[in-house]
Nanobody, 112 residues
Framework: QVQLVESGGGLVQPGGSLRLSCAASGFTVSRYWMYWVRQAPGKGLEWVSSLKSDGGSTYYADSVKGRFTISRDNAKNTLYLQMNSLKPEDTALYYC?????WGQGTQVTVSS
């Protein structure tokens, strides 16, 4: 059974940082493209970042480029999203996603 379990969300002030984790079981993160997707309150899904299966290429939405970093730890079978210089507009439910699988999401709230 495949599970993607996100963690690391929370309430942070503008300018702060968070690191999201996505722990996979029944699924090997190093074999597939991995994605972070978010959904802000009252809005649709927004792609945030991708990590190529070979680990050699990363991609970012313009809205997060230069502030967010996607990575993975193959030994821990875990995907990460380091988020720096957070803005109120980054407030959303963040999902880890790959192939047909989705995690349950972790809430990030950026507010003073």
């Amino acid at each position: 059974q495949v599970q993607l379990v996100e963690s690391g969300g929370g309430l942070v002030q503008p300018g702060g940082s968070l690191r999201l984790s996505c722990a996979a079981s029944g699924f090997t993160v190093s074999r597939y493209w991995m994605y972070w997707v978010r959904q802000a309150p009252g809005k649709g899904l927004e792609w945030v970042s991708s990590l190529k299966s070979d680990g050699g290429s990363t991609y970012y939405a313009d809205s997060v480029k230069g502030r967010f970093t996607i990575s993975r730890d193959n030994a821990k079978n875990t995907l990460y999203l380091q988020m720096n210089s957070l803005k109120p507009e980054d407030t959303a439910l963040y999902y880890c996603q790959s192939t047909e699988y989705w995690g349950q999401g972790t809430q990030v709230t950026v507010s003073s």
